[in-house]
Structure formats: C-alpha cells, structure tokens
C-alpha cells in the first residue's frame, strides 16, 4: 500500500505560480508518479508525470513550457511548478503513481495504482 499525501495549491490570478507536492509513503524506482486534474464537467487528464528511476517527464501539451514537474527520491516527494497559469488550469489536482512501468509517457487512469486525495487549484482572470 502506498500512501500519497498531497499539498500545495491555492488561489492565484492569471499569470501567477503556485507549487504542488506529493509526498509518497514510499519509492519505487520503476513508478511514474505524478498528477490527474479535473475540472467541472470535464473528464480527468493527465498533467505532468516523473519516471522514478530515470528521472523522465511527460507533460500534456497544455502545459509545457509552463509547468515543470520534479523529484527529491531522498524524500518521496514529486513537485508540480505551475508558473503562467491561466484560468483554465482551474481544476482538482490528484497526485497518482502508477507502478511497475519502464516509460511515464500517457499515462491512464486505469494504469494508476494509487490516488492522492486531490487539492483544488483556482486560477482567477
């Protein structure tokens, strides 16, 4: 059982950052860690997600060059830097691992082993 303890997000107006953690009761090198966000009548999609082991990322398209995702293994812990946000990023932010995988590229709520409880992120025009 891996526990996800998330924190982080917050309200912020167009064009600020905000900064998402994910702390995992433990590490797993061959996991993709990361984050599923859902707004409103919309389904949940795939952010950003870190390789455990090689320290590759996967980012939406959305979010490049906007968003960057990191690790500290020592700690357990995936950061989520959300810089330039827009009122479109409004969403519930749900950290996710997805284990036993070589390669974090789209990752599929159905492969995701284990959810965070989510944080909502408010981003005001």
């Known amino acids: 059982q891996v526990r996800l303890v998330e924190s982080g997000g917050g309200s912020v107006q167009a064009g600020g950052s905000l900064r998402l953690s994910c702390a995992a009761s433990t590490y797993n090198s061959y996991s993709c860690m990361g984050w599923f966000r859902q707004a409103p009548g919309k389904e949940r999609e795939g952010v950003a997600f870190i390789h455990g082991g090689d320290g590759s990322t996967y980012y939406t398209d959305s979010v490049k060059g906007r968003f960057t995702i990191s690790q500290d293994t020592a700690r357990n812990t995936v950061y989520l830097q959300m810089d330039s946000l827009r009122p479109e990023d409004t969403a519930m932010y749900y950290c996710?691992?997805?284990?036993?995988?070589?390669?974090?590229?789209?990752?599929?709520?159905?492969?995701?082993?284990?959810w965070g409880q989510g944080t909502q992120v408010t981003v005001s025009s």
């Open positions: 996710a691992a997805a284990l036993w995988r070589s390669s974090c590229t789209v990752v599929a709520q159905y492969e995701v082993n284990y």
